[in-house]
């Protein structure tokens, strides 16, 4: 539990001020400091805030057409903040190049950091202040990966509908074209075609009946294959971000080696070629060396024959 | 008292590096930035209590020390965590005139003074920077907590506050003073980060008096001032209604000195004694081949560093437990680990038999939902592989330390002692068996039967005890320090009694063979501890509970809430729920363990205890020595 002493130093602040003023040591106007303060910021901690307010513009965003873009389109509500397909798509066009230009602006201020020169602590400190940017992207993505998984799944789940739908349209058609087809075909008078009718209908209401039954129990069977494929593919989808961002990994620590061994594979190389030139270069000491002794020995019987 | 210490403090660090705001609770909020610029102690108040990985959740970018080369940083502002003292002060001057930072929040750890205070001010305006100090604040946590329920006063000048500082012979009255002004001043802190004012209770005449009467002093004053108090309701305290004041127990270390130099059988009472163990780190060196061939090139040694946390269930768990059983634990934990590998790998199996076996398509389904149970299981299998590693590591360094010294057998006669039972191996045996531990260990253990014996041994035998040591190798001067002791607290009262304890060793060979164990502990007896209770933790009851007992009745009594000088008759006559104990000259892991399990046996009673220094018994035996060689 702190004690807020903030009012107290600036009281000593304003005593010292009036002992010097006493005491008669003057100081600098505070118009240096002014001038100071302008040229002191730095282009890092601009672009770094900058590249916060566009983060936080598109959670903003995102988080404000939230609920419109998640709302089921559901058939009964006819509300006007219901939203087309269209437009969830271009929302997600537009997020995504958002996000891609976030990402980009961060590495590129991350090379900038690596270029320049500058002290060991202002270095890290930078490279801490764009990791907690990236954090902070990743999880705003994570916003929009959220709330397009949701509108995948619907999409799936309608579109299964729809087949649903057209089979039993399929179904449903032939019996209304075959009431369709009927009833105009007894242009008798009213009580025959009110017979026929009244014969037809019960045998018709059975057949209806049993068709009902027989589309009742396929679509129910339909419904949980739907649900249970439904489970299996969020499933999988989710695995598969997990194995993704695995693979990612590995990408990064596979370029470092990748590196390494070109590296390793030039320097050996070039230790062949040294190798190369000393052996040369002991060959041809040699010769020089068996030249000298030869010549000083032919010298030396030269002299003697001389000398007899 | 909701929450535990460690968490109140931990609580009250992260709030002063959100730049003394509460911490919002969004899960994505901007990124703010800021570097940490602490000074020693600051860093052993931080260091148990929030990793690397979470300051920098905080959007901490840099940790420096102070006294540290630091570099110019434009555009971020900067937050200090350092005590008020005077080269610390210099160095913030310093700073503000070279314009390190863009803006300054200043966290003090204990209070400023104001003359201080103005010396800032006038660094500030000489080097026009008044505006960019931002806010200064007092932050009142001059302690360190190590656990939920424990807290040491400090780790780095422990020397100053030291038993050998306080109980030396040449002492002088500012020495004294000054020791007495800095306990006041910690234990001052810890109060206002719990928000409770206790009801103080000390023995007469010795050390614990003096911080009593100083700090019922402090406290008086605080709450008088009901506008700047520190204890009045604020947004923290107000969650939680202790209905009671708690009880805040001083004792003087002079009161029970047999059990700093008890030879111990729990876990984190071993690695403290055995091991290199600070602030919940223990460093493990670990060398490969003991001995050294001649001519042979020493291997490198390697030092391990591992953190015992409280995030760390196996450590929670079994910190308190005998040794063996901790043994035991380890395996079962990793016979589980290894058997949710293998899980995991027989899923790996079936997976890629999915091609090709029809069989396995209709197990498809069950799969997926155990692949991704695996697969979000993975980081935990992980974490736990990390964890029962460490403490193989630890573990396996206890127990040879244990096989080398024969630790376990100290333990049991030193157990006997102090349980005054009979002893079925002589004294001088266990001394002058040459393989059986370092001659500390010995001298520890004459100590002990020296302070427990009802009378002091006759002169020739003493003498034979002395030989005995003298041929041991060990150095004779705690035993002058030890004399004196006994011959002064003679006459002051009758020594402590330390219960009736039992110590029963299970079959030799069975238990273990039946375990299977992985730790091979033939030849060290499994020795099953009997409760007994401490004298520390026989006062800490007697108080609570209110019981009369003669080494507790003329125990004075303070109530800084009370009106007018402080009665010597308790007004409360219920008993307490709560209570802190204080040792004044240093404390230990035993004792601490001692009043875990007796607030284990009582039902909701909390216990916390505090000490002014850790030592282990190598430490303290080093500074007994020094005040016998005086």
Known sequence: MAADITLLFKASVKTVKTRNKAIGIGFDSTKEDILKRGRKKSGFSQKAKEVITNITKLKDFLLLHRKDYVSAGSLISSELSRMTDNERDQIDQDAQIFMRTCAEAIKQLRNEVEKQVMSAQVKEHRGAVLDLIEVYLKGVCKLYSEQRAIRVKRMVDKKRLCLLVKTCHFICFPCAEKNVSEVPVQPVSLWEEGREEDELSPEEIQMFEQENQRLISEMNSLVDEVRQIEGKVVEISRLQEIFSEKVLQQETEIDSIHQLVVGATENVKEGNEDIREAIKNNAGFRVWILFFLVMCSFSLLFLDWYDS | ?630
Request: proline letters at 4%.
């Open chain 2, 1 to 630: 008292m909701a929450a535990s210490v460690r968490e109140k403090q931990a609580v009250a660090l992260k709030r002063m590096l959100n730049f003394n705001t509460p911490p919002l609770k969004n899960t994505t909020t901007e990124p703010v930035w800021k570097v940490l610029i602490y000074d020693r102690f600051g860093q052993d108040i931080i260091s148990p209590l929030l990793s690397v990985k979470e300051l920098r959740d905080m959007g901490i970018t840099l940790h420096l020390l102070l006294h540290s080369d630091r570099d110019p940083i434009p555009d971020v502002p900067t937050v200090y965590f350092i005590m008020p003292t005077e080269e610390n002060i210099d160095r913030i001057c310093q700073d503000l005139r070279n314009q390190l930072y863009e803006s300054y929040y200043l966290n003090f750890i204990s209070a400023i003074s104001r003359s201080k205070l103005e010396d800032i001010a006038s660094a500030a305006l000489a080097a026009n920077a008044v505006s960019q100090v931002t806010k200064v604040f007092d932050q009142y946590l001059n302690f360190i907590t190590l656990e939920d329920d424990m807290f040491i006063l400090c780790h780095q000048n422990k020397e100053v506050i030291s038993y050998h500082a306080i109980n030396r012979a040449d002492i002088q009255d500012t020495d004294m003073e000054s020791i007495m002004d800095s306990i006041v001043d910690s234990l001052f802190c810890f109060f206002v980060t719990l928000g409770a004012v206790p009801i103080i209770r000390c023995p007469r005449g010795n050390a614990a008096e003096m911080v009593a009467v100083k700090l019922d002093k402090k406290l008086r004053e605080n709450l008088r001032d009901a506008r700047n108090s520190l204890f009045t309701g604020d947004s923290l305290s107000a969650g939680q209604f202790s209905f009671q004041r708690p009880l805040f127990v001083l004792a003087d270390r002079n009161v029970d000195l047999a059990t700093p130099l008890h030879h111990t059988w729990t876990y984190q009472a071993l690695i403290h004694d055995v091991l290199d163990f600070h602030l919940n780190r223990v460093t493990l060196e670990e060398g490969l081949g003991a001995e050294l061939q001649t001519g042979a090139r020493p291997k490198k040694k390697s030092r391990k560093m591992y953190d015992l946390t409280g995030a760390d269930k196996f450590w929670q768990k079994h910190k308190g437990s005998p040794f063996p059983e901790v043994a035991e634990s380890v395996q079962e934990e990793l016979d589980s680990y290894r058997a949710q590998e293998d899980e995991v790998k027989r899923l790996k199996s079936i997976m890629g038999l999915e091609g090709e076996d029809e069989g396995a398509i209709s197990m498809l389904s069950d799969n997926t939902a155990k692949l991704t149970s695996a697969v979000s299981s993975l980081p935990e299998l992980l974490e736990k592989k990390r964890l029962i590693d460490l403490h193989t590591n630890v573990a396996t360094a206890v127990l040879d330390h244990i096989k080398s010294r024969k630790l376990d057998v100290y333990f049991e006669f030193e157990e006997k002692l102090m349980g005054k039972s009979t002893l079925d191996k002589s004294l001088l045996d266990v001394i002058s068996d040459p393989d059986a531990g370092m001659p500390e260990d010995k001298m520890r253990l004459f100590l002990i039967f020296y302070i427990t014996a009802q009378q002091p041994p006759s002169e020739l035998d003493f003498e034979q005890y002395k030989k005995a040591l003298l041929d041991a190798g060990c150095d004779l001067s705690p035993l002058n320090y030890i004399r004196q002791w006994k011959a002064f607290t003679k006459i002051a009262s009758t020594p402590a009694n330390y219960g009736g304890s039992g110590v029963k060793p299970m079959g030799l060979f069975s238990r273990v063979m039946n375990t299977g164990s992985q730790f091979v502990m033939e030849g060290v007896k499994n020795l099953v501890l009997k409760q007994h209770n401490l004298p520390v933790t026989r006062i800490l009851d007697n108080l609570m509970e209110m019981k009369s007992h003669p080494e507790t009745d003329d125990y004075r009594y303070f109530d800084p809430k009370m009106r007018g000088s402080e009665s010597s008759i308790p007004r409360n006559k219920n008993p307490f729920q709560e209570a802190i104990v204080f040792v004044v000259g240093g404390g230990n892991y035993i004792e601490y363990q001692n009043l875990v399990d007796y607030t284990k046996s009582k039902q909701g009673k909390k216990v916390i205890y505090g000490c002014s220094e850790l030592f282990n018994a190598a430490q303290f035996i080093k500074q007994l020595s020094q005040l016998g060689q005086k």
